[in-house]
C-alpha cells in the first residue's frame, strides 16, 4: 500500500515538472497577448510610466512647437539656436526656463487615458490580425493596427493637443490653461478645441502606421537567430531560466522613432501652424490664417519657405524621438511584460 501511494506520488511529481517544462517551453517573455494582460496593473504601470517620460522629454515638444509655428526662413541651426534661447529666458507669464514645462500637468493628465486607449486598441487589433500566418501579416497587421487604434483615440487628444500648443508657441496670450480653454471657448466654441482634426488625423494615423511597422518588424529582424548574438551580453548556461533580451526592443525603438520622425515632419509642421492659426494675440487682434487645409498648407509651405520649412523643427525631433521612441519602446515591452497574468509563474 505505501509503495503504491509513493508511486502514485512519484507520477504526480513527474506529470506536474512536465506540465511546468511545457508551460516554461511556451512562454514567450518577447511577445504579450492582449488576452494574456491584466488591466490594473497595465493601467497602473503605463500611468507612472508615461509620466515620467513626459517629463523627461516636455522640454523638446515646446521647442518643436515654437520652431514649427515659426514663419521666418531661417536654417535648422538658427532656428533652434534661437527658441531654445527665447524658450530659456524670463517672459510675460513665465519666470526663466519655466516656459519648457508650459501646459505639462494638463498635457500628461489628458495624454496619458489616451495612451492607454491606445495601446489596448492597438494590441488587440494586432493579434487579430495576426492569426493569418501569410508573410504579409508581418507588415500590413502592425500598419493596419495602428492606424485603427490611432483613428479611435484621436477625439481623446486632440482638443488637449490644440490648448497645450496654444499655451506652447512664444508669445502666447494665454496666462494658463484654464484661460487658454477658457477663450478658446468662448471665442470659437467646441470646434475651436478640434482644431486642425483633419490635419491631425492625417499626420498621426500615418505616423502610428509608419512607427508600429518599422518597430515591429525590425525587432522581428534583431531577435533573428543570425543578429540577436551581437546584441546580448552573455548567455546563460542555465537551461531552465528563461532568457529576456530587451536590447533589440531599444534598438528597434530608435530606428522606427528616426524614420517616423523624418518621414512626417512636413506633414507635422503644417499640423501645428493650422492648429495654431487664427488664435487672439491680443483682445481684439486675431492672427492671420495661413492655411485652408493640409495640402493647401504643404503646398504653400515649400512656396514660401522651400526646404527649410519642411524640416521645421527637425532638430529638437531628431533629438528627442529618437531616444524618446527607444525609451518608450521598451518600457512598452517592460508595461506589457509585468502586466500579464502568467509572469508570477516564474
Known amino acids: ?37 491584466n488591466l490594473v496593473k497595465f493601467a497602473t504601470l503605463i500611468t507612472a510610466s508615461s509620466t515620467i517620460e513626459n517629463a523627461i522629454f516636455y522640454p523638446f515638444y515646446v521647442l518643436k512647437t515654437r520652431e514649427q509655428s515659426d514663419r521666418r526662413n531661417l536654417t535648422l541651426l538658427q532656428s533652434f539656436r534661437y527658441h531654445l534661447r527665447t524658450t ?35 494590441i488587440s487589433s494586432k493579434d487579430y490580425l495576426n492569426t493569418s500566418t501569410h508573410i504579409s501579416a508581418r507588415f500590413y497587421a502592425p500598419f493596419i493596427a495602428g492606424a485603427i487604434a490611432d483613428v ?33 471657448y468662448v471665442n470659437e466654441g467646441i470646434k475651436g478645441y478640434y482644431r486642425g482634426l483633419g490635419a491631425t488625423f492625417i499626420v498621426s494615423i500615418l505616423a502610428s502606421s509608419i512607427w508600429w511597422t518599422a518597430y515591429e518588424n525590425v525587432k522581428l529582424l534583431l531577435y533573428s537567430p543570425s543578429l540577436l548574438p551581437y546584441l546580448i551580453w552573455s548567455k546563460s548556461s542555465d537551461d531552465k531560466k528563461v532568457e529576456i533580451h530587451r536590447i533589440p526592443q531599444f534598438t528597434a525603438g530608435f530606428i522606427a522613432g528616426t524614420i517616423t520622425s523624418t518621414c512626417i515632419n512636413p506633414l507635422d509642421v503644417v499640423k501645428t501652424r493650422i492648429q495654431t492659426q487664427n488664435i487672439y494675440i491680443s483682445d481684439t487682434k486675431l492672427s492671420p490664417i495661413l492655411y485652408k487645409n493640409i495640402f493647401h498648407g504643404i503646398r504653400c509651405l515649400w512656396h514660401e519657405e522651400g526646404v527649410h520649412g519642411l524640416l521645421r523643427g ?27 497574468n502568467d509572469i508570477q509563474s516564474f
Open 88 to 122: 530659456l529666458s524670463k517672459s510675460k507669464h513665465n519666470t526663466r526656463g519655466s516656459s519648457l514645462y508650459r501646459g505639462f500637468w494638463f498635457s500628461n493628465m489628458s495624454s496619458v487615458p489616451a495612451y492607454g486607449v491606445y495601446l489596448g486598441i492597438y
Open 152 to 184: 479611435v483615440s484621436v477625439f481623446f487628444y486632440v482638443p488637449s493637443d490644440v490648448i497645450v500648443q496654444r499655451l506652447q508657441i512664444a508669445n502666447s496670450p494665454y496666462k494658463s490653461t484654464l484661460d487658454a480653454a477658457r477663450k478658446i
Open 314 to 340: 527637425v532638430l529638437p525631433k531628431l533629438i528627442s524621438r529618437g531616444p524618446l521612441s527607444a525609451i518608450s519602446a521598451l518600457i512598452f515591452e517592460l508595461v506589457l511584460y509585468y502586466s500579464r
Open 1 to 37: 500500500m505505501v509503495a503504491i501511494v509513493a508511486k502514485s506520488k512519484a507520477t504526480d511529481h513527474e506529470s506536474s515538472s512536465e506540465t511546468k517544462m511545457v508551460s516554461r517551453e511556451s512562454f514567450d517573455p518577447h511577445t504579450t497577448k492582449w488576452s494574456n494582460i
